[in-house]
């Protein structure tokens, strides 16, 4: 039986939204962050050496890292959904777009957040960089939702599974507008309107309402 360890509003999301998309029977069990340092408690730490979440533990197999996840149970679940295979024609942007969340668009928004939190001037180069490095990422992605409706093409896929927890979730922890970008928060109302996507949010973290706007 498949274990889905979700730590609330992190991104294993991911890994129960996927799962719900797939059908896939899973267990899910829900921790909540210490209310003080709003970190993992201690007995989602002890699942894994770096006890970071999203975890998965498959009849014993215990696997951590998000988008490790994700290529797992699209490969042993998947039978063929949610992947461009690679005759497709949108192969290479679903490939660029399914590492674009944790390559790119991730990472800005972490430097953005870290530097926020120490208190860093606006007006400071190493700001200014992290804040052109997180516009432009967004404004990429703008610009390819305007020609799409979904990341690598017009049919969701596990690009987007990834993705879309950095432009919803990730502004609890480091809020930013949207408002610039009106494909991403037309394509955010289509994510929205997905039955296993609020099924996910609703099991995942019944306490909060989808960043969706």
């Known amino acids: 039986m498949l274990t889905v360890h979700h730590l609330g509003k992190s991104q294993s999301e991911r890994i129960v939204w996927l799962c ?16 003080v340092t709003r970190l993992a408690p201690p007995e989602y730490k002890a699942l894994h050496p770096l006890g970071a979440a999203p975890i998965i533990d498959d009849g014993g197999t215990v696997l951590a890292e998000s988008t490790a996840i994700v290529d797992y149970l699209l490969a042993k679940y998947g039978k063929g959904r949610l992947v461009a295979a ?4 949108n192969f290479a942007d679903y490939l660029y777009w399914f590492h674009f969340a944790n390559g790119s668009l991730q990472p800005a928004l972490m430097r953005n957040m870290v530097l926020s939190r120490v208190n ?36 969701l896929t596990a690009a987007d599974i990834v993705v879309v927890f950095s432009l ?38 019944p306490d909060m309402a989808p960043m969706l706007t």
């Open 20 to 35: 719900e998309e797939l059908a896939i029977p899973y267990e899910l069990k829900v921790y909540d962050r210490d209310p």
């Open 86 to 89: 690679p005759d497709d024609a």
């Open 168 to 205: 919803t979730t990730m502004r609890l922890f480091y809020p930013y507008d949207l408002s610039a970008y009106p494909n991403i928060l037309a394509y955010l109302q289509r994510i929205g309107a997905r039955e296993a996507y609020a099924r996910a949010m609703k099991k995942g973290d």
């Open 120 to 155: 860093v001037p606006a007006d400071h180069a190493m700001v200014q960089f992290a804040d052109a490095r997180r516009q432009l990422a967004l404004g990429l992605m703008d610009k390819r939702l305007g020609q799409v409706d979904f990341l690598a093409g017009n049919a």
